[in-house]
């Protein structure tokens, strides 16, 4: 994506409306007036967040064929194919903009665009997609119920659906979780390996910390993030340590310890360079995720040929 527009100071009347109605709470719908620069934000974070749903499908959807039962398949399956229906859900909120699909999915795919650093790591084992659910499901129902109050209406919209298939989601990952942690000593290793793995990667989802967030002053600004990255990563955190206690399972943090005045959970140090490292291009599976990608966009062209041909042959034909 292009560097959003300078933040010009502008006194026109319709930017002081439009800032009126951000600082009393309304919604702002696709045909309002707003300005370029808040325009430019919603489409970068919004097609950043549908492209991660979208590959976000590729890790789970690796174990659909290898799921221990037909329960598990079939839960599996829907979840993946919920997510699929997420980033359909968040590029039509996009279109609403003004930007065509078609472009977003070409920066995806020419790497021009991002997608969430947390699906660029390998699911190793069965017990990575109960942590997959119960961490990083998690962690986007901190961070999308928020996003639910987004003052853009469409994306806010979206979120509310999303989330109610979330908590599905979480719940079907942490019952993994569970069953594997009071299973066999071999079952316990393996869901504590997978915690271990999870757990910093999903610390970075929440994104830069506060003071490296050049996006977060516009979008707390205009309502777009109700909190902070680091507002949020905490939550997170407070909710979580509880439900690993629960299952009796650690999470891979020595600096991990309740401070009772704060009534929060500290943790240590994120491991920044490893974040840069991933949302640069380079983490474990990035090449793999959009080779995937790729491949799928090309094997479907076929559709996208055929729908438009549709669409030209209707827009040709005269009117009954
Ligand atoms: N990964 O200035 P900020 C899901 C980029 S949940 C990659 O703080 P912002 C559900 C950021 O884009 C996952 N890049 O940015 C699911 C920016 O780059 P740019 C998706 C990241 O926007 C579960 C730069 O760093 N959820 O998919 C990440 O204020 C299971 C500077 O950062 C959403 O997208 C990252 N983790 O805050 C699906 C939620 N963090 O564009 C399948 C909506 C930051 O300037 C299976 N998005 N960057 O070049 C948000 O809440 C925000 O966009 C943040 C980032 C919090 C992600």
Redesign the pocket.
Known sequence: ?SAPPPPIPDDSAPAVAFEARIDAGETIEPKDWMPERYRHQLV??MS??AH??IV??LP?GNWITRAPSLRRKLCLLAKVQD?AG?GLYIYCATETLGVARAELIDQLLSGKA??????NYPTLTWADIGC?GWF??G??IV??TV?AKASYGPYARAMVRICKE?NF?KRQGYEIVATLASGTPAQRAMVQDAVNRWWWPTL?????SDVN????AD?LRWRV?RFS?DE?RQRFVDLTVAQAQAVKLTLPDPKLRYNTESKHWEFGEIDWAE?KQ??SGNGPCNRERLGARRAAHAEGAWAAAAFAEKQRRRSAAPAA
């Open positions: 994506m970068r974070m950043q967040h991660s749903e976000g499908m789970e997510e997420h991002k997608y969430s650093s947390i699906f997959i990083v499901d962690a986007a961070n999308q996003l979330e989601h970075m989802m929440f994104g830069p967030s050049p996006n977060s979008l993030k990255n949020l974040f991933v949302i």
